[in-house]
């Protein structure tokens, strides 16, 4: 999309915006294979919601639609999160399956005699998958004068996953120490590839009880308590009104919203044992309820007289 107000936009962003928070924001992307330019993302993030806001105004006004759908354009901010997030789980799944073999090559490299850094450039530039995009990306950072130290803990960072960052923190520490590096890449290949093994077990023993939350986060509440809205809406409009059934979808929203959230928590502890990593469950979980919940309460009592 090179039309000129995009270009408009992402220089106006560049100048208003901080570079500390563009670079963040790159790098997120970056997490979740969207190459394109931070900038430009948000210059055409912020044109699609203005469209899509002006034609749901339309809508709205033609079709005496409620004013709550001007929140759907909102719907691909939180959209565009999860993609990234499932992007980066795959990734790391990729990345945590080709390691150990990249790790074994790397230890045959060096016991022909090739140095860390040249073993490192050979097999860059014959492997494919994210692991190895890192790996060239690692090297062009040495070649443009980072230090091999800060260049490895980056890339390491950048592999999102826990277990790989302390495998690549002690071949770097096993590097410094004057160690057989060989040896130490052989290793952790070993404990690597078991460390994977018991990870996948885990993940699939624990899966019947994710899948049960999951349901119960993003289907059974948001629908039950949709159903509550719809009841007291057929209450209020036969003049039936009270403050029990004006306050019971306001604090049926709160409760969807608060267990969603901590659902993404739970699910977070439960497959890694890490409550940190809820943040990335607990938007998607809160969104995709809160859709469920907002189309059974508007367009609910509408299908259910339809069908009697």
Do not use: C
Not at 147 to 171: C, H, P, Q, T, V
Not at 180 to 200: F, G, P, T
Not at 247 to 265: C, D, K, N, Q, R
């Amino acid at each position: 999309m090179n039309l000129k107000i995009i270009d408009n936009l992402v220089v106006f962003i560049d100048n208003i915006v901080p570079e500390r928070y563009l670079s963040r924001f790159q790098e997120f992307l970056l997490s979740g294979a969207i190459f394109t330019d931070a900038s430009k993302v948000l210059a055409i993030l912020i044109i699609f919601l203005l469209l899509s806001e002006s034609a749901f105004a339309a809508m709205l006004m033609s079709l005496n639609l409620p004013v709550s759908v001007l929140i759907l354009p909102l719907f691909v901010i939180p959209g565009l999160f999860t993609y990234v997030i499932v992007q980066q789980e795959r990734r790391a799944q990729e990345i945590e399956r080709t390691a150990p073999d990249f790790l074994r090559q790397l230890s045959s490299m060096l016991q022909v005699g090739l140095s860390f850094e040249n073993a490192m450039e050979d097999m860059s530039q014959y492997g494919e998958g994210p692991l190895y995009d890192e790996m060239r990306r690692t090297i062009i950072e040495i070649r443009m004068g980072r230090n091999f130290d800060e260049a490895w803990r980056a890339m390491s960072k950048r592999l999102k996953s826990r277990e790989l960052e302390r495998i690549f923190g002690i071949i770097l520490d096993g590097r410094k120490s004057g160690s057989s590096i060989s040896k130490v890449l052989s290793d952790v290949s070993d404990d690597l590839r078991e460390l994977m093994a018991l990870k996948r077990e885990r993940r699939s023993s624990v899966m019947m009880s994710v899948m049960f939350l999951l349901i119960s986060a993003v289907i059974a509440t948001p629908f039950s308590i949709g159903m509550v809205s719809v009841y007291s809406g057929f209450m209020q409009s036969y003049g039936m009104d009270s403050q029990i059934i004006f306050t019971a979808p306001i604090a049926g929203e709160m409760y969807l919203i608060i267990h969603s959230i901590l659902v993404g928590f739970i699910i977070s502890i439960i497959m890694y044992g890490d409550v940190k990593k809820g943040v990335k469950y607990s938007l998607p979980l809160a969104v995709g309820s809160f859709g469920i919940f907002y189309f059974i309460s508007t367009f609910g009592g509408t299908l259910l007289m339809g069908g009697f």
